[in-house]
Nanobody, 127 residues
Framework: QVPLVASGGASVQTGGSLTLSCAASGDTNSINYMAWFRQGPGKEREGVAAIRTGSSSTYYADSVRARFTISEDTTKNMMFLEMSDLKPEDTAMYYC????????????????????WGQGTPVNVSS
């Protein structure tokens, strides 16, 4: 197991920016992909962004493309989600996840493909 710890959630106003962090520990060499998911009030958990570790390959949900940027610092076993131009609909609990079962593009933002999850960090965007 690879413990994941998400942090950085906060309350911001519409149009604001925020960066979330996810720290991985344990056997991180086995991780090929990591991702961010979110679950808004009364909504299902949805994939936001994914990254192939050690590469520049990134994947985004259409709803956040051009506003969110996923990145990593492999030297520190950290993953980040830079969020800009935040909207009230971005309000959610954000989770980091690692090591999806399948690596097809469609799978990387699919909740059921991941078994390793961090605890959530809350983001609240007020209008």
């Amino acid at each position: 197991q690879v413990p994941l710890v998400a942090s950085g959630g906060a309350s911001v106003q519409t149009g604001g920016s925020l960066t979330l962090s996810c720290a991985a520990s344990g056997d991180t060499n086995s991780i090929n992909y990591m991702a961010w998911f979110r679950q808004g009030p009364g909504k299902e958990r949805e994939g936001v962004a994914a990254i192939r570790t050690g590469s520049s390959s990134t994947y985004y949900a259409d709803s956040v493309r051009a506003r969110f940027t996923i990145s990593e610092d492999t030297t520190k076993n950290m993953m980040f989600l830079e969020m800009s131009d935040l909207k009230p609909e971005d309000t959610a609990m954000y989770y980091c996840a690692a090591d999806p079962t399948r690596h097809a593009t469609w799978a990387l933002l699919s909740e059921r493909e991941y078994s390793r999850w961090g605890q959530g960090t809350p983001v609240n965007v007020s209008s």
